[in-house]
């Protein structure tokens, strides 16, 4: 049994995590922090936790937050660098699941995130926790960077084609759609029901914070001396409240590639990646609440194209499902334990 700790629970990745901790068999919820809510109760707060979790919201400490095993930032970017330094220094292990360290270049993290990185000392220590990349790495790791929703969706869909130099890496577009929770839990008129319901529009189609991590993570898998891979990443905002729906175009260097036999190979034993049989439409509803990224491809009318189809619940495998799954593989339990629940339907 290990004690775990969150900073920043009262977001919606935050209960998110609680809502999946409380039910695994290996860990304790020793502290939950908030400096706005100290002293109220955790289920007062969050209902569905009522028998659940019997704390309340603690003022964030270093020094009692080090006697977890393991604690879990769940808070806006730019908070975990000027906490973790001292909790590594004690040892405990940190899961982090803003963009503090996901992105390896401190200055271009500045530039994309408008402010001077705080700890790019760890940055070089920190493990980027796409087990179906780093699984290894991810077991010794004391400090894990877990990637974010649109990242996460996006490089499933692509990572097979890279590490078998089956695409033009200069040609890869990244259509994607996300319901409003990703956008936080922050009072915005723009994520009113009456603003986003009946509606569908994109967003950050010049730029958006997401790209260097996508790039960064496709880059890596990457055969040595290949060219960089480029992506054209647009992003959508869904009138739903959870999930992502990312359609991904790449151009096949040989149309006569089976590469549904290869995603199929490729993901066989990963537990959390389910392949779609030919001529699916993967639905985001079939992934609600799970920590399961579903994939199907499509090669319309056999020609160069590949559209991949990924759907993951951006909460659940796009943040706190994937930082359990993490937690599970540092601390040597079962990869799939406490997050074999089925999506929710309908």
Known sequence: ??????????????????????????????????????????????????????????????????????????????????????????GTRVIDLSADFRIRDPEL????????????????????????????????????ACPGCYPTATQLAVIPLLENNLIDPSRIIANAAS?????GKQAKVANLFSEVADSFKAYGASGHRHLPEIEQGLRDAQPQGAAPAQVTFVPHLLPMIRGIHVTAYATLLDSATDVQALFEARYANEPFVDVLPKGSHPETRSVKS????????????GRDTLVVMSVIDNLTKGASGQAVQNMNIMFGFEETLGLRAAALLP
């Not at 994939?295 to 319309?300: C, R, S, T």
């Open 1 to 90: 049994m290990i004690r775990a700790g969150i900073v920043g629970g009262t977001g919606y990745t935050g209960v998110e995590l609680l809502r999946l901790l409380v039910s695994h068999p290996e860990v304790e919820v020793a502290q939950v922090t908030s400096r706005a809510e100290a002293g109220m109760p955790v289920a007062e707060m969050f209902p569905n936790l009522r028998g659940l979790l019997d704390l309340s919201f603690t003022a964030p400490d270093s020094a009692s937050l080090a006697e977890c095993d393991v604690v879990f930032f769940a808070t806006p970017h730019g908070v975990a660098q000027s906490q973790v330094p001292e909790l590594i220094a004690s």
């Open 109 to 144: 993290w500045a530039s994309w995130y408008n402010q001077t990185h705080g700890c790019p000392e760890l940055i070089s220590q920190a493990v980027y926790g796409l087990p179906e990349r780093n699984r290894s790495a991810i077991a010794e790791a004391q400090l894990i």
């Open 179 to 183: 319901g409003v929770s990703g956008a």
């Open 290 to 301: 799970s920590n399961i990224c579903r994939i199907a491809l499509a090669q319309p009318q």
